[in-house]
C-alpha cells in the first residue's frame, strides 16, 4: 500500500528564550501522510526558560505527559529533554542540560532501567545519572583507545548499547578510521560506566553502526556498515559482559553495508537495514546456533516510482519495531539536501516476524541530515518520534490505521541538534 503525502505548513507556535539567545520552536499539526484520522490540530502553548533550567509544570507528572531526550552531532555538548502531551498534541522544550562541551551525543541509549543515559560523545563514552526528566548528571567520560583519540584522526563514538539483561554491560563502537574493535565496558552497581572490560577485535576495515541482543541475552548482532558484515558474538559467561565470536555473515550484495539492526521478540527473525543498498532484509535465526541467514526476503527503503538512484542518492539510517512487534519502522536519508528522505513501515508476521508487506513510505520535510531517526515509543503503538538535522526539527507521529500523521513539532536551532531521540516515560 503506497499513501501518498498530504502537504501542510506548519504552524509556527512559540518562541523560546536559550542558553545563548533566542530558540525557535515550531508545534506542528501538519501531516506526513495520508491519514484516515480526523483529529483537531494541537494545542499550542508557550515556554520560558533561563540558562539551562525549565521549572517543570505539575502536569508533567500526568500520565498523558511523556519526555524525551535528544543529543547533538557537533559541539557544544547538551542533552535536550522535551515533554510531549498525547492529549493536547503539544511538544516543548523543558531542560537544556550542558554536558562537557566537546563530548557531543551524536547516539544515546538509557540503561535497562531507565536510571542511567549513556552516550556516544565524539571521543569519548559518557554515563549520567537520570534522577527525572530535567535532572541529568554526569557521572563518567570515558576515553577512546589508542589512535582514534588523537585528534588527528578522523575516528569518532559512533554507536552504544546497553545490555537489557543481566550482567549490564555496555557495548561500544567507534566509527571511520582505527575502528576495527567492540569496546565492552562494565558499569557500577548505581550504572555508571567503569573502565573497560574487553576490547573485541573484528576486521581491520570494520565500522560497527549498530547492534542488538537477541532475546536470549547471550547473543550480540552488529551491523558492520565498512566490512559489509554482520557479526554475532556471544556472552559465554552469565556473570560477565564480555564477548566470543561465533560468526560474520556477509551481506547478500557487496554494495548493501549493513548500518542497523533490529530482532523480533520471537527470537526468529532479524532485520538488517542496509545504508548504501537502501533496503530492509530478512534473515532467519537458527535455533541453536543464533547464525543469521538470509531468507531471500527484503523492501526497498525508497519509492518504487523513483528515477534516482538508490545506491547513490539515499542512505538508509534506523529501523525500529512497534512496542507490539507487528510493524517495523524504518527510514532513510536523502544525499542531497533539496531532496526528501522517507520513513517506510513494514508488517510482521506476530508469531515468526516474517516482513509481510510494506505500508506505506511517506516523505520527510527534509533530507534527514545525518539522523533522519525513528524512534517509536516503548509502552504503545501510537507515537513515533522522528529526529532530524538539517533544519533540527523533533517530531511526533501518531501510528493510526496504519497511518502516519505528524502531530507535533518543535525546532532546536543549535549545532547539530537532531541525532536520536529516546524516549524516558
Not at 89 to 102: A, G, M, Y
Not at 105 to 124: C, E, P, Q, R, V
Not at 301 to 309: A, K, N, Q, R
Not at 310 to 337: I, K, N, Q, W
Amino acid at each position: 500500500m503506497h499513501h501518498a503525502p498530504s502537504h501542510a505548513k506548519a504552524t509556527v507556535a512559540r518562541k523560546v528564550d536559550n542558553l545563548d539567545g533566542v530558540l525557535s520552536a515550531i508545534v506542528g499539526g501538519t501531516r506526513a501522510s495520508t491519514s484516515r484520522s480526523n483529529s483537531p490540530p494541537p494545542s499550542t502553548s508557550s515556554l520560558s526558560h533561563q540558562d539551562a533550567v525549565a521549572p517543570h509544570r505539575a502536569s508533567s507528572f500526568n500520565m498523558t505527559i511523556h519526555h524525551l531526550m535528544v543529543g547533538t552531532w557537533t559541539p557544544p555538548g547538551a542533552i535536550f529533554t522535551f515533554a510531549f502531551d498525547d492529549v493536547a498534541l503539544t511538544l516543548e522544550l523543558v531542560k537544556r542540560t550542558p554536558i562537557p562541551v566537546d563530548e557531543p551525543i551524536s547516539w544515546m541509549t538509557f540503561d535497562h532501567a531507565k536510571k542511567n543515559l549513556y552516550g556516544a560523545a565524539l571521543k569519548a563514552w559518557a554515563s549520567f545519572a537520570v534522577e527525572s526528566p530535567t535532572s541529568i548528571v554526569h557521572q563518567a567520560s570515558l576515553p577512546m583507545c589508542h589512535h582514534a583519540l588523537s585528534p588527528d584522526a578522523n575516528t569518532r563514538a559512533i554507536f552504544l548499547l546497553a545490555s537489557p539483561y543481566p550482567p549490564y554491560g555496555v557495548y561500544c563502537n567507534p566509527f571511520y578510521d582505527y575502528a576495527g574493535a567492540v569496546s565492552v565496558l562494565p558499569v557500577t552497581s548505581s550504572g555508571a560506566l567503569a573502565g573497560s572490560a574487553q576490547t573485541v577485535p573484528l576486521d581491520p576495515h570494520s565500522g560497527v553502526h549498530g547492534a542488538v541482543f537477541h532475546p536470549d541475552g547471550r547473543h550480540l548482532y552488529s551491523a558492520d556498515l565498512s566490512a559489509n558484515k554482520i557479526w554475532l558474538h556471544r556472552r559465554p559467561d552469565p556473570a560477565s559482559p564480555c564477548l566470543e565470536l561465533v560468526a560474520a555473515v556477509d551481506a547478500p550484495d557487496s554494495r548493501d553495508h549493513p548500518r542497523w539492526v533490529a530482532v523480533h521478540p520471537s527470537g526468529s527473525a532479524l532485520y538488517v537495514l542496509m545504508e548504501k543498498g537502501n533496503r530492509v532484509c530478512e534473515f532467519a535465526v537458527g535455533q541453536q546456533d543464533r547464525v543469521p541467514v538470509f531468507t531471500g526476503r527484503h523492501f526497498s527503503l525508497v519509492p518504487p516510482d523513483s528515477e534516482s538512484d538508490p545506491f547513490s542518492s539515499y542512505r538508509g539510517d534506523v529501523c525500529a519495531l512497534s512496542h507490539s512487534a507487528t510493524y517495523l519502522f524504518a527510514s532513510t536519508r536523502a544525499s542531497s539536501l533539496d531532496r526528501p528522505g522517507y520513513l517506510s513501515v513494514f508488517e510482521l508476521k506476530p508469531d515468526s516476524g516474517e516482513m509481510l508487506r510494506r505500508v506505506l513510505i511517506d516523505p520527510t520535510s527534509t533530507s534527514g541530515g545525518h539522523s533522519n531517526a525513528v524512534s517509536p515509543s516503548d509502552w504503545c503503538d501510537d507515537w513515533v518520534a522522528v529526529t532530524e538535522d538539517q533544519c533540527g526539527f523533533l517530531d511526533v507521529h501518531r501510528w493510526r490505521h496504519e497511518s502516519l500523521e505528524r502531530v507535533a513539532r518543535i525546532q532546536v536551532p543549535e549545532p547539530g541538534f537532531g541525532m536520536n531521540a529516546i524516549w524516558y516515560d
